[in-house]
């Protein structure tokens, strides 16, 4: 095997239908894919990377490697090719209760999105307005609206009865950086992998680092993986790369009009990554 291949996978790999983005489809057509690993990262859910996969197999038919990972919701559960379940680490329930109370002191009317194991979906509504929103970030990030429940039960009674939570979000109409300053010391005490950007606070049990690093571990106890961390190709194009981009030697920043900081943490930027071809699979 040559290397490890990681993708991000919403836009920088997938698009909003799970198609595959013509800048990277060159990366799966090459024949030198097929001696390699490939892990795939997102905070969405199992069933996205499956309806991905699928396009991907139609694309790439049987030049796909034998070997591929998907760390799902942030990093917080890793699957192997077979979609077992290898890896996996939630939020502690005291924790939630926690964050969540210390939310609506800020705002009474967050609304808090729980995705957990069984692709089933907890939501706290309190308004037309944030259902409104809360519609619109599932349709982004493509997730079937049989995966949800909706639920306006008070939630620290509803989390009794909650399978295990590994990602968070939050959405607030009110003021979302107070409601990001009061929760930040407990959820960075709790280790939990964490960012704050304009339509939510998302946070994860794992982050997506933790994950590359445990795959690039357990490759290397059980498929004579021989080389680091720092070897692994990683693709990315949002904030929650970041860490990726800057652990590995050959980081790429993926897609169009990304942020400053996605940039200049990523060796190779473009949004057409074919001339790199021969620099990914070296």
Not at 17 to 46: E, M, W, Y
Not at 123 to 139: C, E, M, N, Y
């Amino acid at each position: 095997m040559n290397k490890i291949l990681a993708f991000d996978v919403d836009i920088t790999l997938a698009d909003n239908h799970s198609n595959i983005q013509p800048g990277v489809q060159s990366v799966f057509l090459d024949k030198r894919i097929h001696n390699c690993a490939v892990i795939f990262a997102t905070g969405n859910t199992l069933s996205t990377i499956q309806r991905m996969r699928k396009n991907l197999n139609n694309l790439a038919q049987q030049n796909l490697p034998t070997r591929s990972y998907s760390a799902i919701l942030g990093g917080s559960l890793i699957y192997d090719k077979n979609d077992q379940l290898i890896y996996e680490k939630h939020i502690k329930k005291q924790t939630l209760v926690d964050i969540m109370n210390a939310s609506i002191q800020i705002d009474p009317k967050s609304f808090f999105l729980t995705m957990h194991q069984t692709r089933e979906v907890f939501l706290h509504i309190t308004t037309d307005k944030i259902l409104q929103a809360v519609k619109a970030k599932l349709d982004h990030i493509n997730m079937d609206k049989n995966e949800m429940e909706f639920d306006d039960q008070d939630y620290t009674s509803a989390i009794k009865n909650l399978e295990p939570v590994h990602e968070l979000l939050i959405f607030s109409l009110k003021d979302l950086r107070k409601i990001f300053d009061a929760i930040e010391p407990i959820v960075s005490s709790a280790g939990y992998y964490y960012y704050f950007n304009q339509s939510h606070i998302s946070i994860s049990a794992g982050s997506k680092l933790k994950a590359l690093k445990y795959i690039v571990k357990h490759m290397r106890a059980h498929n004579g993986y021989t080389k680091k961390l720092k070897d692994v190709v990683y693709f990315g194009n949002g904030q929650n790369d970041l860490d990726c981009l800057r652990a590995c030697n050959t980081s790429i920043a993926r897609g169009k009009d990304l942020e400053p900081e996605v940039i200049a943490s990523s060796k190779i930027y473009a949004d057409d990554v074919t001339p790199y071809l021969d620099e990914i699979f070296r």
